[in-house]
């Protein structure tokens, strides 16, 4: 998938809660989660990197930010914190045979960091009684998202 990076333009600042004029979609799949955000009539109010949760990386055990992609408030009452990445990346890669070293060390080093983000993601929101999800391609699908082949 080509990267994609750019501004979203929020058509109803109302429903965003935070500067509706700095929002930035990381990923073709952030700027559709962003529209079924605003179309979705069962969300009171959406936000992206708004929230800010501290935390330590396995990787080198240094004090990091963690910006959450998406954090949706329900109608019902629910908050929801949200990571939308590609189900590669929530597993945990395996060493096969003829890939390259340096490729296997790249996509565990993000493993680890992704891990070391949810992990405090989960607890921060625990806390809180809310709730922390990880959207994959197959999530957004099933919410009926368009993504791009």
Known sequence: MKYYKGTYRVRKPKKYKGDHKKVTYRSHWEKMAFKWCESNKDIEWWSSEELVIPYICQTDKRPHRYYVDLMIRWKDGR?????????????????????????????????????SKWKAAAKYCKKRGWEFDIWTEDDLKGRGMKLLA
């Open 79 to 115: 908050t929801e914190c949200i990571e939308i990445k590609p189900a590669k990346q929530t597993e945990k890669p395996v060493m096969k045979r003829g890939k390259p070293k340096k490729k296997y060390l790249q996509e565990a080093t993000t493993y680890i960091k992704n891990m």
